[in-house]
């Protein structure tokens, strides 16, 4: 007993002591990023709803509640007043780099400078830091409800082993230094599908009120969620008719004569729609509950996507429904931008897009902010799942349904989001994906086989390693099909979302020489730039700069080139830059593997 005893309490130290260095390294690689485009509203939005119970008609809650609580701990008035944000945003950020006077002066950027006096970023610093240490927090949180989830379904391994994939995944620790609302929902998304899990797998009323308790916040953390229901719905149907003890245990709900088993599923069905939409409801201050349909756009904003203004107009506009109209009207408004209202462009393996993103963009994305040890691991879960499935009669173990459960939500999830966001705003979406696709492939700490076993623990430490090397650019990331190439394939949200100025401070700092965000015709000297401006916003003025191999990054994203050479005019007009023997000619470019995945 003592040596068993002995055990249990280093285990729950390893596990602890995993937590604490996953905190410190998301904390610390974030300590000294800039302001993300969107955070500006957010904070605005969140210092209103807790200061005067204001709810954003198209934002939605979570991200208020969680970017509103740094002002007002620190004591701060409203954002925009305190910090003098819109100065500093100038420019997607460039303001910033004039007010520490680092961006270069040119006529390009002139008017950047010209708008940041009198600002203070004491304040920004304090708000951010505060920011990127409550989603340094929230992530812990997740990491242990991955690892109670992996040790519930799988064992005690695989729980340590899920939570470590987690841990020390780039791209997952990257969520959280963009400052949006992705950190939160996929807070509450693993949480959700968590104890829908348990409910399934040990029916109970008490985990029915608190999964759907937890589903009404998932929705309000984001209305990219809102589809989410349907997945878990699907799921208890499935459960319902492949596991016995789920179907047995759900008859004790509701204790009538004659038991009738669909009819029981269906009032669960109805007890989760109305305790979730209670859960909205008050998140949402309950204001405006049970107006008419046809009463939510008297004033501004108004419905603006085209199945909202259907139902305004239809028999259903006349009907009070029992929601709140500030959560609908953030579902209309994501529902209008991605029916193109907004208007995109889209960088994205060396093209841009307008309109629709091509459908090969969420796979290659997956595939590139993924490290290697994972998408192995996950190939192997699959191989494994298929030969179990083919030799066992134990299909509708409780382990396997574990897995189908995992991987029919993470299924799910991908093609929900890419089928119906056609407009991209970058990977991060993909974000509630990756814990599902971590408690998966945990299952494999169970093989019996020691080569295989060893294949586990040794893709496991590389994954590790994989993230050391990483630290701090986590944003960033991508494997090995792309490594610091990044800016041949993406733009913004996939490699920085502005959120890598106070580094490229840092950079300049450190070498004075380099000119950031030079004149277009520079002829010699160091620059760099933004992967943004080198590929969309300023790429007619800095695009030919991606001919050439860059001699360093900054924040391992921005290229840095030394410039030698001259421009010519032609007798045409057009100016042609003839680049110095000392300049080298690029030689990388887009990998095949993934130019293939494109292509079809």
């Known amino acids: ?119 203070d970023d004491s304040n920004l610093k304090k708000i951010l830091r505060l920011s990127y240490f409550i989603e340094s927090l929230l992530s812990v949180i997740t990491a242990w409800i991955i690892y109670l989830w992996a040790k519930e379904a799988f ?62 916040a998932m929705l309000s953390a984001k209305v990219s969620t809102a589809y989410y229901p349907a997945i878990i719905m699907a799921l208890l149907l499935f459960a319902f008719y492949a596991r016995d003890e789920f179907k047995s245990g759900i008859s004790q709900f509701f204790k009538t004569k004659n038991q009738k088993p669909m009819r ?34 008297e004033g501004e904003p108004r419905f603006q996507s085209a199945i909202f203004k259907t139902l305004q107009g239809s028999f259903t506009g006349d009907l009070p429904l029992p929601v709140s109209p500030y959560y609908l009207l953030g579902v209309d408004y994501g529902k209008a931008w991605t029916e193109g209202s907004q208007g995109t462009y889209l960088y994205y393996m060396g093209n841009i897009y307008t309109g629709d993103a091509p459908k090969s963009y969420y796979p290659v994305s997956l595939i590139t902010k993924a490290t290697l040890p994972v998408l192995a691991l996950f190939l192997l879960l ?33 093609l929900f989001t890419a089928i119906t966001t056609k407009l991209v705003s970058g990977p991060r979406h993909l974000s509630m994906i990756f814990p599902l696709i971590f408690i998966s492939i945990s299952w494999l700490a169970n093989l019996k086989n020691m080569k295989l076993k060893l294949l586990f623990y040794s893709l496991l430490a590389l994954h590790i390693i994989t993230y050391l090397f990483a630290y701090p650019f986590f944003i960033p990331y991508f494997n090995q099909f792309v490594g610091n190439d990044g800016y041949l394939y993406f733009r913004e949200s996939e490699i920085s979302y502005h959120e890598e100025y106070y580094r490229a401070i840092e950079y300049k700092n450190k070498n004075p020489s380099v000119a950031l965000f030079p ?42 080139y030394k410039v030698e050479g001259k421009w010519v005019q032609n007798e045409g007009g057009q100016a042609n830059f003839i680049p110095s023997p000392s300049m080298k000619l690029r030689k990388s470019g887009i990998n095949p593997v993934l130019q293939w995945i494109a292509d079809s």
Not at 270 to 293: E, P
């Open 382 to 414: 699959h191989i494994f799942l298929i030969l179990s499935f083919m030799s066992s009669d134990m299909i509708w173990s409780k382990m396997n349904i574990s897995l189908i459960y995992l991987l029919f939500a993470a299924y799910s999830i991908f």
């Open 1 to 119: 007993m003592e040596k068993e005893g002995r055990f249990k309490l280093n285990y729950n130290i390893l596990v602890i002591a995993i937590l604490i260095i996953h905190f410190i390294l998301a904390y610390s690689s974030a300590w000294n990023l800039s302001v993300p485009v969107d955070f500006a509203q957010n904070m605005g939005a969140g210092y209103k709803y807790f200061k005067e119970g204001w709810v954003s008609p198209t934002s939605t809650t979570s991200q208020g509640h969680i970017f509103g609580i740094a002002p007002i701990i620190l004591g701060l008035g409203p954002f925009s007043d305190e910090v003098g944000f819109t100065k500093l945003k100038a420019g997607n950020g460039k303001g910033l780099l004039a007010l520490y006077g680092a961006l270069d002066r040119n006529e390009l950027n002139q008017e950047f400078y010209s708008g940041i006096e009198g600002v």
């Open 264 to 297: 029981n599923l269906i009032l669960i069905f109805i007890v989760i729609f109305a305790v979730t939409l209670l859960t909205v409801n008050s998140l949402y201050l309950f204001k405006g509950v049970f107006t008419k349909l046809s009463d939510y756009s």
């Open 519 to 560: 004149n277009c015709f520079v002829e010699n000297g160091i620059v760099s730039m933004s992967p943004n401006d080198l590929n969309f916003q300023r790429a007619g003025c800095y695009g030919w700069l991606k001919n050439f191999e860059p001699t360093d990054y900054i924040a391992g994203s921005w290229p840095v």
């Open 155 to 216: 064992g005690k391994n695989s729980g340590l082993f899920a939570m470590s994939f987690y841990a020390f995944s780039p791209f997952m620790t990257s969520i959280t230094h963009s400052l949006h609302s992705d950190n939160s929902v996929r807070l509450f998304t693993v949480l959700t599908f968590y104890l829908f899990w348990k409910f399934i797998m040990n029916p109970s009323k008490k985990m029915l009120i608190f999964a759907s308790i937890s589903m009404g």
